[in-house]
């Protein structure tokens, strides 16, 4: 029984990593929360056309870092209010 035990113990197995997207910012006018703009590309069933998707986040930006404009990492974390999953991650380029 105690073999059995140890064995489970050292093979734990880690969680994956986390989902993370690159966008810019487009809006900022909430306390420690950023709007962000993520763009895909998915190709058209039967044409086979690329077609340009955008998606709106909200993430969390604990320091009010970002600015509208700037190009943002931001991550997954767990529910942080009824619409924001996701969390600044880095400020990747400032806007000018």
């Not at 930006?61 to 997954?76: F, L, T, Y």
């Not at 996701?86 to 806007?95: F, K, N, T």
Request: hydrophobic content about 30%; cysteine-free; glycine content about 4%.
């Amino acid at each position: 029984m105690s073999t059995d035990t140890t064995e489970t113990v050292e093979r734990q197995v880690s969680r994956p990593s986390r989902k993370e997207r690159i966008g810019i910012v487009i809006g900022d006018r909430m306390d420690k929360t950023i709007l962000v703009a993520v763009q895909r590309q998915i190709k058209h069933p039967i044409y086979g056309k690329f077609i340009k998707k955008t998606t709106k986040l909200m993430a969390h930006d604990e320091r009010n870092d970002a600015k509208r404009g700037d190009s943002v990492r931001i991550m997954e974390t767990r529910p942080l209010s009824k619409r924001k999953r996701w969390r600044l991650s880095e400020v990747i380029e400032r806007a000018r």
